[in-house]
């Protein structure tokens, strides 16, 4: 996901995981280690959903959504968080 602080226009990336795992698989850190600036979130208040994750920790950070993508479908609750934070381009991408 992409985040913007309102104030300084400052962007953030930063990534979560679905589930209730308080850390990143292995295979996906080796990913995650060519991007050193992304913020990885793998446990969040509670949350289930890798999106509804990204758009809480957004909020309590003080940034707008601007987008998110995922590997598979984002479900309906999911979406409406999303509308709800006003991101600006929700959209997904298939891996194959």
Known sequence: MQAVN?????????T???GV????????????DA????????SYQGLYH???????WALDKGYQTVSIGAGRAI??????????????QPFKIFYQ
């Open 35 to 42: 991007f050193p600036n992304v913020t990885r979130i793998a």
């Open 50 to 56: 890798a999106e509804q994750k990204l758009v809480q």
């Open 75 to 88: 479900c309906g609750e999911c979406l409406g968080i999303i509308d709800a934070a006003q991101a600006a």
């Open 21 to 32: 795992r308080t850390y990143f698989p292995a295979a996906v850190r080796s990913i995650l």
């Open 6 to 14: 309102p104030e300084t226009g400052e962007i953030v990336e930063a």
């Open 16 to 18: 979560a995981i679905s």
